[in-house]
């Protein structure tokens, strides 16, 4: 099995910043994509960004500038440096990754989701 597990979240006045950070665990042969989204209340998920075995990177429009996605492949890691946080950044943070566990098929495989919150 595979585990995702974050970390970071918080609660931050607006203009400030955070660090999240997702771990995969777990009998991991490989991991392709692997990438943050956010849950707003009342609203649908959202992909936030997202990075390639390789390292690259893709952003939502509303984050580009703002946020940066990084990896760490020796630590099966992501993380996801937030600056300048709006009040509408608020959110629950998800983190996911398309894992393989050999001898299967790669799958997506989530976190349990952190909570960012933005004062005004």
């Known amino acids: 099995q595979v585990q995702l597990v974050e970390s970071g979240g918080g609660l931050v006045q607006a203009g400030g910043s955070l660090r999240l950070s997702c771990a995969a665990s777990?009998?991991?042969?490989?991991?392709?994509?692997m990438a943050w989204y956010r849950q707003a209340p009342g609203k649908q998920r959202e992909l936030v960004a997202v990075?390639?075995?390789?390292?690259?990177?893709n952003y939502a429009d509303s984050v580009k500038g703002r946020f940066t996605i990084s990896r760490d492949n020796a630590k099966n890691t992501i993380y996801l440096q937030m600056n300048s946080l709006k009040p509408e950044d608020t959110a629950v943070f998800y983190c996911?990754?398309?894992?393989?566990?050999?001898?299967?098929?790669?799958?997506?495989?989530w976190g349990q989701g952190t909570q960012v919150t933005v004062s005004s």
């Open positions: 996911t990754a398309n894992v393989r566990v050999w001898p299967t098929r790669p799958k997506d495989y």
């Open positions: 777990g009998s991991i042969s490989s991991i392709n994509d």
């Open positions: 990075i390639t075995s390789s390292g690259i990177t």
